[in-house]
């Protein structure tokens, strides 16, 4: 074929798109005529050697005939598409009975289940649901707990401190080791009388096993009154844990030892296995561990303002996250931050 010429690039194209009848074969051929090292690139590059009085003919002659081959180029592959599509049509089944695709749709997380059972049961025997800062003071996490810092149950202080600059009258930033700061934050804030609880996350510098982990979760309990005593304390965890486990939970009080609380109990609940007979879970005790409690300790009253000759209560603090681990039997307590959806998916 005798190379084209300006005049004849443009019958000549327009004859090929006529015949042309797929998608494929248009771009091609839109690429050999105006791409860059297309035939119209190439004629144009000769306008150099043209005189000036003829390099513009040639220019605009040029940009003409450019302009008509992209407009054809536009309409045939318009009506391309079109045909593509009405032939498509014509032979895709569209039914209207399949059933769409179900979208994923997560849950609550097994914590925050319990967590919000807690205090929903909580809610209902009159406490309120307080809140406390994960980097607490010392002073909050230890001093105003009545542990002084010469104190051995400073050894929690083994923790993660933040070094960042903070009010010394409080001493420097932890990561709260329990949730027992609030106890004092909320007595300062609010007075006498008073019926709270505290879910929150805790921090400790520690080794990670199957039910040992550096972050887990608390609920701290505080109850201000007159006349209160641990019978009342008694009757709220029964409560609690028989509504929480839908079965008949018995609570026992041993003596235990906390700075914060005067006299300090540990607090043990009957196994949810066998019911206090002995079985392999609660080590044939018939007891399970639960969680630290006691009478407010007078000092710990004082750092709140409280006044102990006219109010006295009771604390307990136990570990949420353990709940969870029993409540579901869940063996390894680092599946809960795991993340891992073929965990998630069984709750
Ligand atoms: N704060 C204690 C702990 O973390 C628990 C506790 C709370 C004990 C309140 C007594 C009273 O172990």
Redesign the pocket.
């Known amino acids: 074929m005798p190379a084209s010429t300006l005049q004849s690039l443009l019958p000549e194209t327009l004859a090929k798109i006529e015949k042309i009848s797929d998608l494929k074969t248009l771009e091609n051929l839109e690429v050999e005529v105006l791409g860059r090292k297309g035939k119209l690139t190439d004629m144009l590059r000769g306008i150099k050697d043209l005189s000036d009085d003829k390099k513009k003919t040639f220019g605009q002659e040029a940009n003409k005939i450019k302009l008509e081959l992209e407009s054809a180029f536009a309409q045939k592959r318009d009506k391309l598409e079109k045909k593509a599509l009405s032939e498509k049509l014509k032979t895709e089944i569209f039914d209207i009975t399949e059933p769409g695709i179900k979208p994923e749709v997560g849950h609550v997380h097994p914590l925050s289940k319990v967590q919000w059972e807690v205090e929903n049961i909580f809610s209902q025997m009159g406490f309120a649901i307080m809140d406390g800062p994960e980097i607490e003071s010392e002073y909050f996490n230890f001093e105003g707990l009545n542990i002084p810092a010469h104190h051995p149950a400073r050894d929690m202080q083994d923790t993660f401190f933040i070094d960042k600059e903070h009010d010394p009258k409080f001493g420097k930033l932890v990561l709260r080791?329990?949730?027992?700061p609030v106890q004092v934050r909320t007595m300062q804030k609010y007075g006498a009388p008073l019926r709270i609880i505290v879910p929150g996350r805790?921090f400790r510098y520690e080794a990670t096993d199957a039910s040992h982990d550096t972050t887990f979760d608390?609920v701290?309990g505080l109850l201000i009154d007159k006349n209160i005593s641990l019978a009342h304390l008694k009757g709220v965890l029964e409560e609690l844990l028989t509504r929480l486990f839908r079965q008949k939970v018995v609570v026992r009080f041993r003596p235990g030892y906390?700075p914060?609380?005067e006299p300090?109990l540990e607090v043990d609940f009957s196994c949810l296995l066998c019911e206090g007979k002995g079985c392999r879970v609660c080590k044939h005790s018939g007891w399970m561990e639960f969680?630290?409690?006691?009478m407010v300790h007078e000092n710990v009253l004082k750092s709140g303002g409280i006044d102990p000759k006219e109010y006295q209560g009771w604390?307990?603090?136990f570990g949420l996250t353990r709940l969870v681990l029993m409540r579901y039997g869940i063996d390894d307590i680092r599946l809960l931050k795991s993340s891992d959806p073929r965990f998630l998916e069984q709750f």
């Open positions: 080791t329990h949730t027992s805790v608390q701290e906390f914060f609380v300090g969680m630290g409690a006691g604390a307990f603090g």
